[in-house]
Structures are given as structure tokens and as C-alpha cells.
């Protein structure tokens, strides 16, 4: 009986120690991915097993998955923080940039059953600003578990962050919208923006996420941006339309 009480115990050590590892990639000095490998796994029983995330490396957790046992089981996402907030899974809007005003955000507890392959956005407010980046996770049933294996977060305030994205310039996607935009560089020193969709506002971005130009209230099917004085890089368009929809699109100077 001793020996099988000690086989039993050091596989429970093992299996808390390899949940406890992970696999970072530093593909951005701007943000921070991370992979875990193996993933991490809970399933549901009455130990309660949980994850809690500290996603932005403050030494100060803000999001925990977990299980509720009972009469009245249930796999959860939850804020551990005020300031932290995150998307509904069944939230459309958020498949656009994460600063999109139109995302409603959610706080608390949350019971989550579909959809079962899920990316839930983040956002972690500090005064003024917003910082955002993103947790996936898929839901199975029989046997009952959550599989988080990777989220991201980006360190730039109020960057139009995007779920799954890793880095600030090689995996910003250009979002289509049902009217066809287009962000091109027009003759003399201009950002042309065209759509079929009337535009609010154009913000041209750094990859630092300073702003270096913007255009307010302007209630066209287009405009240039005039990039005089703006030094040779790489940028991040974003339009706004006046439905609240957006549109971003990477573009080199």
C-alpha cells in the first residue's frame, strides 16, 4: 500500500510541475507572447482546478479560468482586477482592433459553453490608457476540460492590438469590410484613404504607437493624409467609419 501511495503521488507533482511551465517566443520587444507547452489543462472535478494569468508580467494576476463543482457546474473567465476587462466570445466587433470604441467589454464572472474555440480580448485600463492583447482557449466535452495554451499581450498604450497577432509589424492584418476600402500612398507626400463606407477619422500610427497624424469628422467616401515631415518607416493606418466599424491597414512610408 505504501508504494502505491507514493507512485500516486509524485504523477500529482508532476502533472502540477508541467502545468506550471511554459514556452515564452520574444518575437517583439513590444510584447509579450506566450506559448505553454505543454498547454495547460483543467478539468472539471471537485478540486476546483483553476489558471490564474498575469498577462502583462506586473507580478499581479488578472485573469483566471476555472471550474465550479456542485449542482450547478459551470466553466468560467474571470477579471481579478477592476481595471481588468475583457470580450464576450460571442463578440463580432472585437474581431476588428481591440481599441474599436464600439467593443462592449465585460467584468466579473462570466459561464462560458460556446463557442467552444474561443480568443477573448483583454484590456487592462491604466489611467488614461488602454492596454490590449488577447487569451486563447478551447472548451471539450467528455471528459469536461479547458485548454488555455497561449495568449499575447501588448506593452504600446492604446495600440490597435488584434486577436491572435504576436508582433507589431509582421502579423497586423488588414481587416476587409463589406464596402471595399483601400489605403494607398498618393502622389506627393499623402496617405489616400477611399470606401464605400463614410468615413469618421483616420489616425496614422507608429509602430512605437505614437500618433503622427489624424483626421476628425470627415463624413466622405475619402481623404488624404498629408504625411509631410513624417520620417521613412513603417505605420498603422486605422479609419473609423460612422457606423463604428474600422478598417487598419499596415502601410510603409
Request: glycine fraction near 4%; hydrophobic fraction near 45%; charged fraction near 10%.
Given at each position: 500500500m505504501k508504494q502505491k501511495f507514493l507512485i500516486v503521488t509524485i504523477i500529482t507533482i508532476m502533472t502540477f510541475s508541467l502545468k506550471s511551465q511554459s514556452f515564452q517566443t520574444l518575437t517583439d520587444t513590444n510584447v509579450i507572447f506566450v506559448d505553454y507547452n505543454p498547454d495547460v489543462i483543467l478539468h472539471y472535478n471537485y478540486n476546483q482546478e483553476s489558471l490564474s494569468i498575469d498577462i502583462n508580467n506586473d507580478s499581479v494576476l488578472d485573469f483566471?479560468?476555472?471550474?465550479t463543482p456542485g449542482s450547478n457546474p459551470g466553466s468560467y473567465i474571470s477579471d481579478l482586477n477592476?481595471?481588468?476587462k475583457y470580450t464576450s466570445v460571442w463578440d463580432t466587433v472585437s474581431n476588428d482592433s481591440l481599441n474599436?470604441?464600439?467593443?462592449?467589454?465585460s467584468s466579473g464572472a462570466n459561464f462560458w459553453y460556446s463557442p467552444t474555440d474561443a480568443i477573448f480580448g483583454i484590456k487592462i485600463i491604466s489611467g488614461s490608457n488602454n492596454y490590449y492583447g488577447w487569451i486563447h482557449a478551447v472548451l471539450s466535452f467528455g471528459p469536461w476540460i479547458m485548454t488555455i495554451d497561449k495568449?499575447?499581450?501588448c506593452k504600446i498604450p492604446n495600440y490597435p492590438f488584434h486577436k491572435g497577432q504576436t508582433t507589431l509589424i509582421t502579423n497586423i492584418p488588414n481587416i476587409i469590410t463589406p464596402d471595399s476600402t483601400y489605403v494607398y500612398l498618393g502622389s506627393?507626400?499623402?496617405?489616400v484613404v477611399q470606401s464605400g463606407?463614410?468615413?469618421n477619422s483616420?489616425?496614422?500610427t507608429s509602430t512605437t504607437g505614437i500618433v503622427v497624424a489624424s483626421q476628425n469628422n470627415i463624413n466622405s467616401y475619402s481623404t488624404n493624409i498629408s504625411t509631410a515631415g513624417i520620417a521613412h518607416g513603417t505605420y498603422i493606418v486605422q479609419v473609423q467609419f460612422t457606423d463604428l466599424s474600422n478598417y487598419t491597414k499596415q502601410i510603409v512610408l
Open positions: 483566471k479560468f476555472y471550474f477592476t481595471n481588468c474599436n470604441p464600439a467593443i462592449s467589454w495568449y499575447a499581450f506627393g507626400n499623402s496617405i463606407k463614410i468615413i483616420v489616425t496614422l
